[in-house]
């Protein structure tokens, strides 16, 4: 995989997506786990609701491999799982990624 994902991750907490420094550092002390993401970037242009969220980066990212893929996140694992987020961002993967979504049929067949 060419690791791109890793480098523009969006959490999100109870209240919407993560937009400042403090929200984060209470997720990390909460789940050890964030620890291993610092801040790569701010959204824009967006829409409302992703505006300012704060792009993370994997800092076991090297040359563009996983340092822990065997013990990687199950986040990580999942990716790019389909759950209501990802869908409501267009369920799509980021440009040239090797994963894509196909549909079972097609459009048409549905409305059979």
């Given at each position: 995989?060419c ?22 550092k ?26 300012g969220?704060?792009?993370?980066k ?14 990687r ?16 961002m ?20 549905y409305?059979?």
């Amino acid at each position: 995989m060419c690791g791109r994902c890793c480098t523009c991750i969006l959490f999100s907490d109870e209240n919407g997506y993560i937009k400042d420094e403090e929200t984060f550092k209470k997720m990390q002390k909460k789940h050890l786990i964030y620890r291993y993401f610092y801040p790569n970037g701010k959204v824009t242009g967006e829409g409302i609701e992703l505006e300012g969220a704060i792009l993370f980066k994997c800092k076991h990212l090297k040359n563009n491999k996983c340092g822990i893929y065997w013990f990687r996140p199950i986040f990580c694992r999942d990716y790019p799982a389909i759950n209501p987020e990802f869908i409501k961002m267009g369920g799509t993967t980021l440009d040239g990624c090797g994963f894509y979504f196909a549909p079972n049929k097609k459009f048409e067949e549905y409305l059979k």
